[in-house]
């Protein structure tokens, strides 16, 4: 049973198209994030959520938003996608690192922009 | 500052021999110190963690080391094997549910 499961794994698209990730996790988490990593391997936070609130938002372009209906998902949508958005994007959770717990992880989507 | 330095950035020992990451900090507030792994194509996961009123921690072939006076944390891997090949993070936590993690340490294992 998938902890934090993101969809799609891969996605190739043109630039200038908009494009969505989702992300969904069953652990009952309250802070959900996405990081993005590039091809060095720089793990960078983009955005946290607390309880579907935005928390943190790391100066992502505004072409990036996330958006959380609820506390067991966030998603990502990507405007006008640009050849530097290609990266890895990993979606996490965790119960609420005030508590000082572990990050759990998405398998990553791979975004290619040609 | 709420920096986190790690170092090696890349590391590369021999099959059976012992690896040593070393993460320093400059929060002194720091009290919780995650170790993560990971492997080529694969998400990171948490191995290991240890916390402030804790010196070391160890699980089996892994350890962690904290030093709150010179501010630093160490992961030790002994007899180490081809699978321990990965990048591996010590991520700082901030304030305000903020997890940052860096570029990682590359650390391969020679056959």
């Known amino acids: 049973d998938t902890a934090v499961s993101q969809t799609p794994k891969y996605l190739v698209t043109q630039m200038g198209n908009d494009k969505s990730i989702k992300c969904e996790q069953n652990l009952g988490h309250d802070t959900m994030y996405w990081y993005k990593q590039d091809s060095k391997k720089f793990l960078k936070i983009m955005f946290s959520y607390n309880n579907k609130e935005l928390i943190i938002n790391e100066t992502v372009p505004n072409r990036f938003s996330p958006k959380s209906p609820d506390k067991a998902h966030l998603n990502l949508h990507i405007n006008s996608l640009e050849l530097g958005d290609s990266a890895v994007y990993f979606c996490a959770s965790s119960q609420d690192l005030r508590f000082l717990t572990e990050a759990f992880f998405g398998q990553g989507t791979r975004l290619t922009v040609v | 500052g709420e920096n986190v330095e790690q170092h090696p950035s890349t590391l590369s020992v021999q099959e059976g021999d012992s690896a040593v990451i070393k993460c320093t900090y400059s929060?002194?507030?720091?009290?919780?110190f995650p170790w993560y792994k990971q492997e080529l194509g694969k998400r990171p996961q948490l191995i290991i963690d240890?916390?402030?009123?804790?010196g070391e921690k160890k699980d089996q072939r892994i350890a962690v080391t904290l030093n709150k006076t010179a501010k630093h944390f160490s992961l030790h891997i002994t007899e180490t094997q081809p699978e321990d090949s990965a990048v591996y993070f010590c991520?700082?936590?901030?304030?305000?549910?903020?997890?940052?993690f860096g570029t990682g340490t590359r650390l391969t294992i020679i056959p």
């Open positions: 991520p700082k936590i901030f304030g305000n549910e903020k997890l940052t």
């Open positions: 240890i916390r402030s009123n804790v």
């Open positions: 929060d002194s507030a720091s009290n919780y």
